[in-house]
């Protein structure tokens, strides 16, 4: 049984940082591309960045780019996401995924099988 569980979200004030943290079981870690996505209310669920397996590609959107870190241990199974200089457009329901395919690639969230339960971040301003 694959368990994805996501901590690390609250609040903080716009300019500031926050690190999330997903920690995986139940699949072979190392084997799949990861990824955060988010979804704000009112909004669709969008990609934020994706890490392939081993962590040599990693995949941005736009509008995090420069701003926020995603790094892989896949000895201990773990996929962190630092956010730095945080906006209020960043506000949202943050989810931790794996794609269920192996040696792929993908910013669409429909190939990612493997869902956590989200964490909250909210940025004031």
């Known amino acids: 049984q694959v368990q994805l569980v996501e901590s690390g979200g609250g609040l903080v004030q716009a300019g500031g940082s926050l690190r999330l943290s997903c920690a995986a079981s139940g699949l072979t870690f190392s084997s799949h591309t990861m990824g955060w996505f988010r979804q704000a209310p009112g909004k669709e669920r969008e990609f934020v960045v994706v890490i392939s397996w081993s962590g040599g590609r990693t995949v941005y959107a736009d509008n995090v780019k420069g701003r926020f870190t995603i790094a892989r241990d896949n000895a201990k199974n773990t996929v962190d996401l630092l956010m730095n200089s945080l906006k209020p457009e960043d506000t949202a329901i943050y989810y931790c995924?794996?794609?269920?395919?192996?040696?792929?690639?993908?910013?669409?969230?429909?190939?990612?099988?493997?869902w956590g339960q989200g964490t909250q971040v909210t940025v004031s301003s």
């Open positions: 995924a794996a794609d269920r395919r192996v040696g792929y690639v993908s910013t669409n969230s429909k190939v990612y099988e493997y």
